[in-house]
């Protein structure tokens, strides 16, 4: 199983970024993915989840509104849309699989989660 994140980079303050993470070696269409993160010195935190059909999705409250994630099926593709970026958003960001149904307070334990990918590193600057 790969999960092979990409597109971080470095922004300025209010810029915009688009991460994406393609998936092998697994059914996608049947995995919850999800986007965490992870800054210097601070425990991985949950960034935004959505299920297999689509019909959950759910946001940290600190990118509400924010950042969008999507998901192209037949692309084996994750997609984490981030706008209006703020130093606070830098950190390397993982894409992460489950093959289970996840109700909404279980996307943010990392435990929920079976496949892990490398990192993007995403820097924005003040």
């Known amino acids: 199983v790969q999960l092979q994140a990409s597109g971080g980079g470095l922004v300025q303050a209010g810029g915009s970024l688009r991460l994406s993470c393609i998936v092998s070696g697994l059914s996608f269409s049947r995995h919850t993915m999800a986007w965490f993160r992870q800054a210097p010195g601070k425990e991985r935190a949950f960034v935004a989840g959505?299920?297999?059909?689509?019909?959950?999705?759910v946001y940290a409250d600190s990118v509400k509104g924010r950042f969008t994630i999507s998901r192209d099926n037949a692309k084996n593709t994750v997609y984490l849309q981030m706008n209006s970026l703020e130093p606070e958003d830098t950190a390397v960001y993982y894409c992460?699989?489950?093959?289970?149904?996840?109700?909404?307070?279980?996307?943010?334990?990392?435990?929920?989660?079976?496949?892990w990918g490398r990192g993007t590193l995403v820097t924005v600057s003040s």
């Open positions: 992460t699989a489950s093959p289970t149904s996840l109700g909404t307070s279980s996307f943010y334990l990392p435990r929920n989660y079976r496949y």
């Open positions: 959505r299920t297999w059909s689509g019909n959950k999705t």
